[in-house]
């Protein structure tokens, strides 16, 4: 079955820690994402790539790093300058990166600091 | 710069009722506007979406929506609510001959249907 899958579902970080959210799709999509989602705030876009080696910043990058090194995977780490973290995280694809696209979404990561 | 809007972040139906949730759009060009759906703690599916061929768009689960240029809107109805539907709704919004393709969402709209 093709689709994105996240991993892992729940993540749980302390303060000052690092960590990285996996993100791989085999819908042979050229375009990923990356959204945070908080209560009443629907989704807000981090970080895009439209081809591999290559990605740009969204609306809400400060405190997150990305990269895209193989066109299946796109992984997002929240670093310790993100000041909070908790949210949860959903990452897309889309065919080609077009306006119409439809984008499709994976299960999602919840991320928790303790 | 686009944006949508949804008015009403609680919407409560019976089931068998008529479902609207409503979304209004602001953009200085034509936009593509888009439905999704989220069911706790999952991932968004796409109901529908406009792409500026028909005015009337026809989705999964009976859903469908109008997109009305004199009003900026995109509202999602269903005739008859169901159990199913139970679920928070996200409209969408993306535009032509820019360089951006994310979508931008709005807040959402969390739809409870009641027995």
């Known amino acids: 079955d093709g689709g994105i899958t996240q991993s892992p579902k729940y993540l749980f970080r302390k303060e000052g820690q690092n960590v990285t959210l996996s993100c791989e799709q085999n819908l042979n999509h050229d375009a990923m994402y990356w959204y945070r989602q908080d209560p009443g705030q629907g989704l807000r876009l981090i970080y895009y790539s439209q081809i591999v080696n290559d990605f740009q910043k969204g609306d809400i990058a400060e405190g997150y790093s990305v990269s895209r090194e193989k066109k299946e995977s796109f992984p997002l780490t929240v670093t310790s300058a993100q000041k909070n973290p908790t949210a949860f995280y959903l990452c897309?694809?889309?065919?080609?990166?077009?306006?119409?696209?439809?984008?499709?979404f994976g299960p999602g990561t919840r991320l928790t600091v303790l | 710069a686009q944006s949508v809007t949804q008015l009403g972040s609680h919407v409560s139906v019976s089931e068998g009722a008529l479902v609207l949730l409503r979304c209004n759009y602001s953009s200085s060009v034509p936009p593509y506007l888009f439905w999704y759906v989220q069911y706790p703690n999952q991932g968004l599916q796409l109901l529908l979406k406009y792409t500026s061929a028909a005015t009337l768009v026809k989705g999964i689960n009976g859903f469908e929506a109008e997109f009305k240029k004199s009003e900026t809107s995109f509202h999602l109805t269903k005739p008859s609510a169901h159990m199913s539907d139970a679920a928070e709704y996200f409209c969408a919004v993306t535009m032509k001959d820019t360089g951006r393709r994310a979508l931008t969402f709005g807040s959402g709209t969390r739809l409870q249907v009641q027995p």
């Open positions: 897309a694809s889309s065919t080609a990166g077009t306006a119409t696209d439809t984008q499709y």
